[in-house]
């Protein structure tokens, strides 16, 4: 048993403080320390949860707990009296999905044993705040001062000081007590015995601990438990522990005496474990942080003080751009989860606090490593190499065909056939190739030639799988599509689809003999020449093509206009305006069709959709240059000129071939012959009808668009009537047909295609036009330069929040706003 340790140490925080403000000022001059007010709340982080779901209406827990250095539980502040002692929660990820375990798990009380006196905390002068890498409490009575203060000591666990000050002249016995319970409701509806009556939840107690077990769950939607799953308290000072199993919750107690004059100084240590494995491997730097704290507790502030000093301090910015940014770092550093289960290195995800976004995706992670490369380029570089511990080689299993393949998104646990039982990792597509733009910036900011070669290999390989797998037609202009998959294709490698008729008369006109009858008129169906026949009949009400999700999401933009997605009254004001209401003849100008990529052997490869995407050969143009820059570094002359010369030719052939004259703008080109293939000529047409959409500025993104080309697309992006909305540069024009402001990417802002379209206009000069958006930016979207947590999306028209909380690719490329056009 671990012997007890009371730690009486005078000034004990006054000497963290000093020895911390001479390191910083044995450094460059620093604007912003991680003390300083500006730094202060800038994310809400107070909230007192009552159940294990506290969903808001788009799936978000509803408060913004404090998470560091990659573990996997964090916590709040408490918003009202009842919590004042405990920092409340605390939230865990359990595998895959961030739930609150407590209100308040360990609640302090003290009484003064003379009088037999309890403290009321909610009578004290009260300081309570986050500030970056720490949460504090503050409170001052007439004979004492209480501090307590939670950092993060690891990817594990986080440590409590607690300092309690003797303001008198004479000595203070007091008993001092932490109590807490488990949580009992599940959600809004339920209690947790009626959602998971079989999920056991046990406490256990020890001189100095208590060990909270969670029993095996595999709840593939909502809770995922191994049979060793535990959450841990570990104190600084022996305590006697009275455990309710009933009611499960537990009070600690105990005794001690603080002279006049004098603090009292306690630890204690808050970990969560997946399994037992952790739990052990841990337990030597719980023992050492409860011998030397002080250590760890400078060591997080010494850390944090290095992000800021790398992230923030630069250059002259306002205090409002200075906060966002810190929010921003903040937001980054609190979706790092270090590596557990099949994420074998540590990565940032999308959000802690959105239901479905506990996992690392390609593009995400692209973006949130070339904005990470600026303050903690080692976790920019695990975040990437995270992803490509999964990159598809030759000798896989499943998919050997897609060799070099990103696939989308990794978590946790694996799926069914990978041997795992989860259900979010994703194979059906990958996602746009900005791998190479992310590794180059973490070489510009660490000059480390040693990862270039360690990742130049695979992003060649990557680039090849798109021409192999994803060019249809041969003819050097790739598509986005879809994998050979399950929920694609049968087991014959046919395509796959579900159609809907509402109407015998409109049954009549197709066979489907072949198809099975489902529920609501819908049928099963597979083949590719069916696929066709039931597309040029047009008499459909609805379908719905598995590759045509798998494509939408490899494009990243899930539910864009061009990809054929527009709503049923939308369609009908579209034929309205073009058809004299012929929704049949409509229907075609919004129906994609795929096509299957088959090798020499007639094996399938995958799925392209039918239609070349501007973006999509914009970034492989982009990373062209960028292959050709590592090809230089790394002495590799002959192959450097290559990448070159090709990155010239598909930038010619984009401006030829995606560009449309009438309307000034870049749009992608849609395959009407499958057969027919030139890479000299333009084929098929450009998808005009579809509205335009933010791929249309991302040749100027990439420097490669024609200068003329460039300044009408610019008109475009700044008129008002187009795309320079309240929130500007959304994800679909005012124009588009299937703009709607509140649809996910048919309206929404996204901030990186914000960012992107600010570097568009930068690149041809245009920089006082892309820093009056930035500001617009700043200035409307809600929350943004308050203490709100940065979200997914934002209201184009009206700014307000929209999807995930604490989103982590609109932090990233609001941190590169900051540093690029925040001056």
Known sequence: MMKSLIFLRIGLCLWISLSFSALAKSNSPIEI??????????????????????????????????????????????????????????????????????????????????????????????????????????????????????????NRTALISTSIKNKTSSQKSLQLSWNGALLSKWDDRRSVESALPNWSRTIVANENSLIINFGKTREIWDVLTSDSSQYNITRSIASTTQVNPIKKSYTSTANVKIEAHTSLELFTTQSYFHNEHEANKEQAAINDALAEPEKYILASRARWQTYLDKGINIGEKTDKQKRVAIKSIETLIGNWRSAAGNLLHDSVTPSVTARWFNGTWAWDSW????????????????????????????????????????????????????????????????????????????????????????????????????????????????????????FHNDEKSNISFKVQYLTSSKLKSVDLKQCKAANEHWYHCSGMALYHQIISNGQYDDIDIGAQHGAAWESGMDNAARFGFITPSQLSIYATQHYQGNIEQAHKDWQVLFYE??????????????????????????????????????????LAQHYREAAKVLAARINQCFYDDDSGFYYDREILNPEESSTKT?????????????????????????????????????????????????????????????IYWRGRVWLDQVYFGLIALENYGYFTEAKSLSKKLL???????????????????TGAVQGATNFSWS?????????????
Request: with cysteine; hydrophobic share 35%; glycine share 6%.
């Open 682 to 742: 333009c084929t098929g047409k450009l998808l005009t009808k579809r509205g335009k959409g933010p791929e249309g500025w991302s040749p100027l993104w990439a420097n490669i668009a024609d200068k003329d080309k460039a300044s009408r697309v610019k008109d475009i992006m700044l008129n008002e009537k187009e795309f320079n909305t309240k929130v500007p540069l959304g994800t679909a024009a005012l124009s588009n047909p299937a703009y709607d402001a509140d």
């Open 811 to 823: 932090a990233a490329h609001l941190l590169m706003i900051y540093h690029e056009f925040s001056h």
């Open 367 to 486: 973006k949130h490593a070339y904005a990470m490369a600026s303050f903690t380029p080692s976790l920019a570089k695990n975040n990437v190499r995270a992803m490509f511990d999964y990159q598809v080689k030759d000798n896989d299993t499943i998919r050997p065909k897609d060799h070099g393949m990103m696939i989308d998104a990794i978590f946790y646990n694996k799926d069914n056939p990978r041997g795992g039982d989860g259900g979010n990792w994703n194979e059906r597509n990958s996602k746009p190739p900005l791998a190479s733009w992310a590794v180059w910036q973490i070489f510009l900011a660490s000059k480390d030639v040693n990862f270039i070669k360690e990742m130049f290999p695979k992003l060649q390989q990557y680039h090849q799988w798109w021409y192999r797998n994803r060019d249809h037609n041969q003819n050097g202009l790739v598509e986005y599509g879809a994998t050979k998959h399950r």
């Open 33 to 154: 320390t991680i003390e300083h007010p500006i730094a202060r709340n800038v994310i809400d982080r107070t909230g007192i949860p009552y159940q294990h779901k506290e969903y808001d209406s788009y799936q978000n827990q509803k408060f913004n707990p404090l998470f560091d250095l990659g573990a996997w539980h964090g916590f709040l502040l408490p918003d009202d009296k009842s919590g004042y002692g405990a920092f409340s929660g605390p939230m865990i990820i359990a595998q895959e999905y961030s739930l609150f375990i407590a209100d308040k798990l360990e609640l302090l009380g003290i009484i003064d044993s003379k009088n037999n006196t309890k403290l009321d905390f909610s009578k004290a002068t009260v300081a309570i705040y986050s500030q970056p890498g720490a949460l504090i409490q503050q409170y001052s009575f007439s004979q004492f001062d209480v501090m307590l203060e939670l950092h993060f000591i690891s």
């Open 597 to 638: 990529n088959r090798d020499a052997s007639g094996a399938l490869l995958g799925f392209s959709i039918n239609q070349e995407s501007v973006e999509l050969n914009t970034y492989l143009a982009h990373e062209k240059t960028l292959l050709a820059n590592m090809a230089e570094l790394l002495q590799q002359t002959k």
């Open 779 to 797: 200035k409307n979207a809600e929350g943004l330069s308050e203490d709100g947590a940065i979200r997914e999306n934002y209201n184009p028209e």
